[in-house]
């Protein structure tokens, strides 16, 4: 077994410098490196490039970052629901780039595969494919896009053990899997660090090979962002 | 005239029997509420889940378990999760049956813009690009003007485009519309309303052939 566990959120992010670029899991607030981002916010390095579906709310997920005024640029498909992030982004502070949800998941994929670029339909004839190559197959256009280049990734799982196989939970899973591995270190946190061999080999999504480092998160908040319930009758 | 959840509720219709169904925001999530209950759909949420249920009972909510909209939601017998890259290859793979979306302007080649107001309101398109450049059968769900009474059903869209010639089906609070590439085709008038109503509200050029029933609702 290679191990992979790091005895603290500090041995995990050694390296993160300022002008990184960054990919961070998640869905809305759902499946957030907390741990990872909360060290971030900690170490005050800025210049920072990240890429994530979302930008998460005014006070919790990478809005912590944005708020500290350390990230540079977005690379995002849905920013909605964050204020600061909207007025940075309005005055020229952040730099914002805006990908089809698709496109973003299959940069990484592909960076994590070994593919240099992907042709994808999605954003043809619009102003995300302005500049990019086009090309058709089979009589419909697509869209040349690159797959990403990263430093680091931090990825949330459910579980995982010291030889940094995971296994997520439910939609916290969503970018987390596609961005192991797509990194030069990807850095995954886990609620529950289970002693190897514990885990069925048959349950694993992500196998340890595409993760550097592994350590279990001091606490999770799992903020839900839209808490909507139906009444028993 | 309809409401929203009337839309909804026609809309629903279209739903058959083994149909996968991705819901956009809005007005499409409320078809769930409305499909027949004698035939098998599943529902698909972009971020990751297949089989989408209800929302959960008070005290049962899950922070792991949300759709696209972020909101607390519930799974059914059958259901599965899967990460974002595979969700897409069920959207752009044409495994996904039906897609129902919101939209602030189609035009009357199929072309859809929902995602950006320059200048004012800049979210992101979120999937909704994936979806419309791969979803063989895409249905908009909208109101027909907008809040300053404008048409929404126009010759040229003037906001930036979620995708071009896409769009199969319109159902509005008036009307439901086909997209035929010449214009848009008048189906059926929603209760109350007039051909010249729909016409009124439609800036793109309408193709009215023959008597024009009412929406069976």
């Known amino acids: 077994m290679i191990n992979k566990k790091v005895g603290s959120v500090d041995d995990a992010l050694q390296g993160v410098k300022s002008g990184m670029t960054f990919m961070f899991g998640g869905f809305g607030l759902s499946g957030i490196a907390e741990n990872s981002i909360a060290k971030l916010v900690e170490l005050g390095i800025n210049n920072l490039t990240c890429i994530s579906n979302n930008a998460g709310v005014d006070d919790f997920g990478l809005g912590l970052l944005l708020h500290q005024k350390q990230i540079k640029k977005m690379i995002s498909s849905y920013v909605g629901e964050n204020d600061e992030f909207e007025r940075q982004m309005l005055s020229g502070e952040l730099d914002v780039e805006l990908i089809p949800q698709g496109t973003l998941a299959e940069r990484c994929r592909a960076a994590q595969a070994g593919f240099p670029a992907i042709y994808t339909p999605a954003g043809f004839g619009t102003e995300v494919a302005e500049g990019k190559e086009t090309r058709e197959f089979n009589g419909k256009m697509y869209v040349l896009e690159h797959a990403f280049k990263a430093d680091f990734a931090f990825v949330k799982a459910w579980k995982g053990d010291a030889a940094g196989n995971l296994i997520f939970k439910g939609t916290a899973r969503n970018f987390n899997p596609n961005m192991c591995g797509a990194a030069t270190i990807t850095v995954a946190e886990v609620e529950e660090l289970v002693p190897v061999g514990t885990l069925d080999p048959n349950h694993i999504h992500i196998p340890g090979i595409f993760v550097q480092r592994i350590y279990q998160g001091a606490k999770y908040e799992k903020r839900i962002e839209q808490r909507t319930v139906r009444q028993k009758n | ?217």
């Open chain 2, 1 to 217: 005239m309809l409401d929203k959840n009337g839309i909804a509720k026609r809309i629903a219709k279209e739903v058959q029997d083994g149909y996968y169904v991705n819901l956009g925001i809005g007005i499409p999530t409320l078809v769930a509420n409305y499909v027949r209950d004698d035939i098998e759909v599943e529902f698909q949420s972009e971020n990751g889940v297949l089989g989408m249920g209800p929302f959960p009972f008070e005290g049962e909510e899950d922070a792991d378990i949300i759709n696209a909209g972020k909101q607390t939601i519930t799974t059914l017998p059958g259901a599965s999760f899967f990460d974002s890259a595979m969700s897409f290859s069920m959207i752009r793979g044409q495994h996904v049956h039906l897609t129902i979306l919101g939209a602030m302007e189609v035009s009357e080649k199929g072309d859809i813009a929902n995602w950006k107001i320059p200048g004012k309101m800049v979210k992101g398109m979120g999937g909704a690009m994936d979806l419309v450049a791969s979803a063989e059968n895409i249905i908009v769900a909208m109101m027909h003007t907008n809040k300053a009474g404008e048409s929404k059903l126009l010759k040229k869209c003037s906001l930036p485009l979620t995708g071009v010639k896409c769009v199969k089906k319109i159902v509005t609070n008036l009307a439901v519309l086909e997209v035929t590439g010449k214009g848009f085709k008048l189906l059926e008038r929603a209760p109350g309303i007039s051909v010249e109503e729909i016409q009124k509200a439609t800036e793109g050029k309408l193709i009215v052939e023959g008597t024009i029933p009412e929406m069976d609702i």
